[in-house]
């Protein structure tokens, strides 16, 4: 089991430019998320999905669209890349969405918008 | 609504100190508490839980306990080891929401 596997590692962008975060896990979940983590911030939520097909919006959705057209993978799209996007991205699974799970990190995404 | 405050950090501590990460929360009924650890360079892991009252999570020498009383769930370890350096954030769920509606706290970093 690879786990959740997010790419690119590390990405910089100009500002006004898209981009797509990959998103994968293989632990047959049906709940997948994006964060954002921020110095003294923690994490916050973007976007989730309860199953394929499923997407809402978290705590700050705006600047970001998803799409979940299969279980295994869950995209997160830059439109127009802004410096306020400047942050590291993770992406996280779930076996189910009761409050009591565990949530299931990738290693993260390193974005600086210039 | 719902919260997580948890001690500021840099926490130093010598090898073999006793370590205390204290977290406190704000929520309505029972939700899950959860501490998740961040090593250098990855991504976050579940370090313990408890779901509900008096409940009392551990894993790798950390322990942690569901205090409803005192809204709290701080973190413990007796004997820290230099491979325990990394950033400590305590989390919860509510119990009315889904996993991955989780609210973090701002971390702790343990050196």
């Known amino acids: 089991n690879a786990g959740v596997t997010q790419t690119p590692k590390f990405q910089v962008l100009k500002t006004g430019q898209s981009m797509t975060l990959q998103c994968a896990q293989d632990?047959?979940?049906?709940?997948m998320s994006w964060y954002r983590q921020d110095p003294g911030m923690g994490l916050r939520l973007i976007h989730y999905s309860v199953g394929a097909g499923i997407t809402d919006q978290g705590e700050v959705p705006n600047g970001y669209n998803v799409s979940r057209s299969t279980t295994e993978d869950f995209p997160l799209r830059l439109l127009s890349a802004a410096p306020s996007q400047t942050s590291v991205y993770f992406c996280?699974?779930?076996?189910?969405?009761?409050?009591?799970?565990?949530?299931?990190f990738g290693p993260g995404t390193r974005l600086t918008v210039l | 609504g719902d919260s997580v405050t948890q001690m500021e950090g840099p926490v130093t501590l010598s090898e073999e100190a006793f370590l205390t990460i204290n977290c406190t929360y704000t929520a309505t009924g029972y939700p899950s508490l959860f501490w998740y650890v961040q090593y250098p360079g990855e991504g976050l892991q579940l370090l313990l839980k408890?779901?509900?009252?008096?409940d009392k999570g551990s894993n790798k020498g950390f322990e942690a306990t569901y205090r409803k009383e005192t809204t709290s769930f701080h973190l413990e370890k007796g004997s820290v080891q230099v491979s325990d350096s990394a950033v400590y954030f305590c989390?919860?769920?509510?119990?009315?929401?889904?996993?991955?509606?989780?609210?973090f706290g701002s971390g702790t970093r343990l050196s």
């Open positions: 632990m047959n979940h049906e709940y």
């Open positions: 996280a699974s779930s076996l189910s969405g009761a409050s009591t799970d565990t949530q299931y």
């Open positions: 989390a919860l769920t509510p119990w009315y929401s889904s996993a991955s509606k989780i609210i």
């Open positions: 408890a779901t509900k009252a008096d």
